[in-house]
């Protein structure tokens, strides 16, 4: 229920209010003072849609086991005893969408030390330590660990080959101006590059520069650099467009230089590109609330249904499905399972979820089982389709502007 903080004379036209006066029975304002600090404000949203109430609790039991109840129940004017579908929708889908991103990092984080070598430098014996702790000073943790990741044996030719792979041209003249002629030559930093890159800026070699200017005008994509690009992935005193510019493409469009840009950023960054597309995907979910009730609507035009009863049989769907499977997520990132036994959860919680929503159909529509079926197979192949396309758009548009 909405908090309200009553007064004894309505702002608007002075007349006296009742403590009972919701409104002015002058002018008809709300009888509420908005004139509180921030801090109150927020507490009283949270509490008004967050909090656990005895309409909560109340809440729990049709909902998780008398589907399409609450929707019977809302459309009949019987709201005041259970909690409004929307708190419901924006609870369980906070809850959701933390555990999906929880998941999400926790996948980088298993997929980084995978990605970990048990070499390590002072397993090169033949490396002096002056060499090892100069390497360590010129060069991130991050590139010495993908530079060991690389290496299929402690060998010195195996190191030198990874090393000379990863190396920017400037982070190989560091190196030289700091080593020695003979740890020069045992890291294989005398052998010249045709990557020359200056200490003020990244310059491409011109050869390599002139075919891919005459070839930028002409196609969506511009040929980019991609060697360019791993060799400063961990330099971040580059900016992406430092490093597009330095491929000397010729003139480009805005479009083109827009998607190169992005291009270099999600090549740098893969981690934080995946989990900001992340990040949009309540918006795109809420966006898809209504969608799903008008393709219900579109299903069941001949009952004369009105569009609210749709909506609200959706946040009550779609709220299920967040809680079904942010449990399931949550067990799977919580405990070591086998892969057998995970994809016997999730089918499970698909299986689930399809009779929840079919059980919901037939309780809120009233048709017989075989009509209510072939609407249901339907509804769930365009909401699919719907999901593929707002998904893609999402990603899309979330790589643009990441």
């Known amino acids: 229920m909405r908090i309200r903080r009553k007064t004894s004379q309505c702002p608007n036209c002075g007349a006296s209010l009742d403590q009972v006066y919701n409104y002015c029975p002058q002018c008809?304002?709300?009888?509420?003072?908005?004139y509180v600090s921030l801090k109150t404000l927020l507490g009283d949203f949270f509490n008004t849609y967050f909090a656990l109430d005895s309409k909560f609790v109340k809440t729990i039991i049709p909902f998780f086991f008398k589907p399409g109840k609450l929707t019977n129940k809302y459309i009949e004017g019987k709201r005041a005893a259970y909690s409004h579908p929307l708190r419901l929708y924006l609870i369980l889908s906070i809850f959701f969408f933390f555990v999906l991103t929880k998941a999400a990092k926790q996948q980088n984080i298993t997929d980084l030390k995978d990605g970990q070598s048990d070499i390590?430098?002072?397993?090169f014996d033949n490396l002096s330590k002056t060499t090892r702790k100069t390497l360590q000073g010129n060069l991130s943790k991050e590139q010495i660990d993908l530079i060991l990741a690389n290496l299929d044996s402690d060998e010195i030719v195996d190191f030198k080959l990874a090393l000379k792979e990863s190396l920017s041209e400037e982070q190989r003249i560091k190196l030289k101006s700091k080593l020695s002629k003979d740890a020069q030559k045992q890291l294989g930093l005398i052998?010249?590059?045709?990557?020359?890159?200056?200490?003020?800026?990244?310059?491409?070699?011109?050869?390599?520069s002139e075919s891919s200017s005459s070839k930028a005008n002409h196609i969506l994509i511009p040929p980019l650099d991609w060697k360019l690009i791993e060799n400063l992935k961990y330099e971040k005193q580059y900016s992406d467009e430092a490093i597009l510019d330095s491929m000397k493409l010729g003139e480009l469009t805005s479009f083109q230089r827009r998607i190169s840009i992005q291009t270099i950023r999600f090549k740098r960054n893969p981690e934080g590109a995946y989990l900001y597309v992340l990040s949009n995907l309540p918006i795109m979910m809420l966006l898809l609330v209504p969608i799903f009730g008008g393709i219900l609507k579109?299903?069941?035009?001949?009952?004369?249904?009105?569009?609210?009863?749709?909506?609200?049989?959706?946040?009550?769907l779609h709220a299920f499905a967040y809680f079904i499977y942010g449990i399931i997520i949550l067990i799977v990132i919580s405990t070591e399972l086998s892969d057998n036994t995970e994809n016997i959860l999730i089918t499970i919680s698909f299986v689930w979820m399809a009779v929840y929503a079919y059980i919901s159909f037939l309780r809120v529509y009233q048709q017989n089982w075989h009509k209510t079926l072939i609407k249901f197979g339907i509804t769930g192949m365009m909401y699919i389709t719907f999901i593929f396309l707002f998904l893609t758009s999402e990603a899309l548009?979330?790589?643009l502007i990441f």
């Open 191 to 208: 052998e010249s590059d045709s990557l020359l890159i200056a200490s003020d800026s990244i310059v491409a070699d011109d050869s390599t």
């Open 28 to 34: 008809g304002q709300e009888n509420t003072n908005n």
């Open 120 to 123: 390590s430098l002072k397993d």
């Open 397 to 399: 548009i979330s790589l």
């Open 298 to 316: 579109l299903l069941y035009i001949r009952r004369k249904h009105l569009y609210i009863k749709h909506l609200i049989l959706s946040l009550y």
